[in-house]
């Protein structure tokens, strides 16, 4: 674990990491204004939801809005769930955008999964998706459940069980190696990011963006 002190008000920046795994020598790109609090991570309780959840429907925007490709999936969980997933290619030509050739920084397939924060949904994510896809990375964004266009009740415990499921979908669809695959979390969203690199040891690092250590 990797923590650097901010200069603003108690904000720490914060990357988790396996060991040996070539995909820790870019994790520089995506640790830029990044917070984390261990205790927010795990305290999810149902008591909570209403009070620290505040869903937004719809979309905002989409990526074609800012001349990206991508694909728009709809997962069914086993409770009867959907949840809206967007698959957002690395630009095509880079080495990172599917099964064929070696960077020498991490190999193909090297793909950013977003979990969004307690006051946002995928449509609200562009700074972060188009910031990844310049960079090469394919991105993986999910809604929660009762946020932008997936059904069913905002839930901060379901969250982290859906994460799982959201991971192993793209990996299976897109082909995304989990060893390749980065969990970031945005405010709230970084208890589902160290949720699942704690849950699958196959899962290459976390990184948690913007949440304060007063949290």
Same mark, same amino acid.
């Given at each position: &674990?990797?923590?650097?002190?901010?200069?603003?008000?108690?904000?720490?920046? $914060?990357?988790?990491?396996?060991?040996?795994?070539? &995909?820790?020598?870019?994790?520089?790109?995506? !640790?830029?204004?990044?917070?984390?609090? $261990?205790?927010?991570? !795990?305290?999810?309780?149902?008591?909570?939801?209403?009070?620290?959840?505040?869903?937004?429907?719809?979309?905002?925007?989409?990526?074609?809005?800012?001349?990206?490709?991508?694909?728009?999936?709809?997962?069914?969980?086993?409770?009867g769930v959907s949840l809206e997933v967007w698959w957002i290619p690395a630009p095509a030509g880079t080495q990172h955008q599917g099964d064929g050739g070696e960077d020498g920084a991490g190999g193909p397939g090297r793909t950013v999964l977003?979990?969004?924060?307690?006051?946002?949904? &995928?449509?609200?994510?562009?700074?972060?998706?188009?910031?990844?896809?310049?960079?090469?990375?394919?991105?993986?964004?999910?809604?929660?459940?009762?946020?932008g266009k997936s059904s069913g009740v905002p839930s901060m415990t379901a969250t982290v069980r859906d994460v799982r499921r959201v991971a192993r979908f793209a990996s299976e669809t897109w082909r995304c190696p989990m060893d390749r695959l980065v969990t970031y979390g945005i405010g709230l969203g970084s208890g589902s990011a160290t949720a699942l690199l704690a849950g699958d040891r196959r899962v290459a690092a976390a990184v948690c963006d913007g949440v304060t250590s007063a949290a």
């Open positions: &674990i990797r923590v650097r002190p901010q200069a603003a008000g108690g904000v720490t920046s $914060a990357a988790m990491v396996r060991p040996g795994n070539p &995909i820790t020598r870019l994790l520089p790109l995506l !640790t830029l204004a990044l917070g984390v609090t $261990a205790s927010g991570c !795990t305290n999810f309780t149902r008591q909570a939801d209403g009070r620290v959840l505040a869903p937004r429907t719809g979309h905002s925007f989409t990526p074609s809005d800012f001349g990206l490709a991508f694909e728009a999936q709809q997962l069914k969980v086993a409770d977003l979990c969004c924060p307690a006051d946002a949904n &995928i449509g609200d994510l562009s700074p972060w998706y188009r910031f990844l896809h310049e960079g090469g990375w394919n991105v993986v964004a999910w809604d929660p459940r009762g946020f």
